[in-house]
């Protein structure tokens, strides 16, 4: 297991540093790409546009100028923006990345238990009522917009029924650090939580169904019916721990993909100063350190998942240890 660990963790290294090199060259070393340009302006005078490579270490190798973006980045912690003088990157992401790991967490634990709920409802019953209700139901969740859903839940909770007994308590929109108060903290994440793992839970509860009953036509499964096991146990001991793991699977994806900024359409409806809005207002003005960073720290995100639901899958299923 020890073997298994440290081999994921050399891949991360790898794969972090490959990202890095690849993210850079393309902003700062593919043909007709100048920085010191975009940094200048429109119409900038060729001397204006000099001056602006020269102070910015623009000039300089382009080894020379990974490496300094490397160091200032991890190192020293002192990057700044191109297009905010004076702003630090490294403190910037690390202060929203608290909102959007608040949000995504959340979400991530209702659309992992409801979904796992849904789907296992839903073959149980299979072509019966709950199981058509639920798969309806899981349709439309899969078809709706998350930006459009956020809207709706703002419309009732904050405008058109935020006077009345049911929905008074709700909070304004925006973020509220934990560590100032649990509880408005909380409330504040509610409908962003609902709102962002609604999609989720009709995907993975269709997925996770899908999988039980492709199960269900397993050898093991036959054995295990014949042995005189009960159907509660078939389905939850036998059936669901092997049709989860691809859910599992697709989970550290999306987990990875979300934490790293893939939320900015919940942040922007709800008002959320996360990682995904912060990145959406880098590539709106092309703020290459900003969005240099935001890249590193999405990977990051995505490769770590991965890794862990790679080690959890083998502590699922025994029988991945061999390959």
């Known amino acids: 297991m020890l073997a298994v660990i440290l081999s994921r963790l050399a891949r991360m290294v790898v794969v972090m540093v490959g990202i890095s090199v690849i993210t850079f060259l393309i902003f700062f070393a593919t043909p007709g790409a100048d920085p010191a340009a975009r940094i200048a302006g429109r119409n900038a005078a060729p001397e204006t546009v000099t001056a602006v490579r020269h102070d910015f270490g623009l000039d300089r190798p382009i080894w020379v100028q990974y490496g300094v973006m490397m160091r200032k980045m991890f190192v020293t912690g002192d990057l700044t923006s191109f297009v905010n003088r004076g702003q630090k990157i490294v403190p910037t992401l690390t202060a929203a990345a608290p909102v959007t790991l608040s949000l995504v967490a959340g979400a991530a634990v209702l659309w992992m238990a409801l979904g796992a709920a849904t789907g296992i409802i839903a073959a149980a019953f299979k072509d019966r009522l709950p199981d058509k209700i639920l798969m309806?139901?899981?349709?439309?969740?899969?078809?709706?917009?998350?930006?459009?859903?956020?809207?709706?839940?703002?419309?009732?909770?904050?405008?058109?029924?935020?006077?009345?007994?049911?929905?008074?308590?709700?909070?304004?929109?925006?973020y509220v650090p934990l560590s100032?108060?649990?509880?408005?903290?909380?409330?504040?994440?509610?409908?962003?939580?609902?709102?962002?793992?609604?999609?989720?839970?009709?995907?993975?509860?269709?997925?996770?169904?899908?999988?039980?009953?492709?199960?269900?036509?397993?050898?093991?499964?036959?054995?295990?019916?014949?042995?005189?096991?009960?159907?509660?146990?078939?389905?939850?001991?036998?059936?669901?721990?092997?049709?989860?793991?691809?859910?599992?699977?697709?989970?550290?994806?999306?987990?990875?993909?979300?934490?790293?900024?893939?939320?900015?359409?919940?942040?922007?409806?709800?008002?959320?100063?996360?990682?995904?809005?912060?990145?959406?207002?880098?590539?709106?003005?092309?703020?290459?350190?900003?969005?240099?960073?935001?890249?590193?720290?999405?990977?990051?995100?995505?490769?770590?998942?991965?890794?862990?639901?790679?080690?959890l899958c083998i502590l699922i299923d025994p029988r991945l240890r061999r390959k």
């Not at 899981?138 to 419309?155: D, H, I, K, T, Y």
Request: charged share 15%.
């Open 136 to 174: 309806g139901v899981s349709m439309m969740a899969v078809a709706m917009p998350v930006f459009w859903v956020g809207e709706m839940v703002n419309l009732v909770t904050q405008s058109r029924l935020h006077d009345t007994w049911a929905f008074s308590w709700v909070p304004p929109l925006g």
């Open 180 to 311: 100032e108060s649990p509880a408005r903290w909380f409330l504040a994440l509610i409908f962003p939580w609902i709102t962002l793992s609604f999609l989720y839970i009709g995907l993975y509860g269709r997925m996770l169904r899908t999988g039980i009953i492709e199960t269900y036509q397993e050898d093991y499964i036959r054995t295990a019916r014949a042995k005189g096991l009960t159907a509660r146990r078939v389905l939850l001991k036998h059936a669901t721990r092997a049709a989860i793991i691809p859910v599992v699977i697709m989970f550290g994806m999306d987990f990875g993909v979300l934490v790293g900024g893939a939320a900015v359409l919940t942040e922007v409806v709800f008002g959320l100063n996360g990682v995904g809005r912060l990145t959406y207002q880098a590539l709106k003005v092309l703020d290459l350190p900003m969005i240099m960073a935001a890249v590193l720290y999405a990977s990051f995100f995505v490769v770590l998942a991965n890794a862990v639901v790679d080690l």
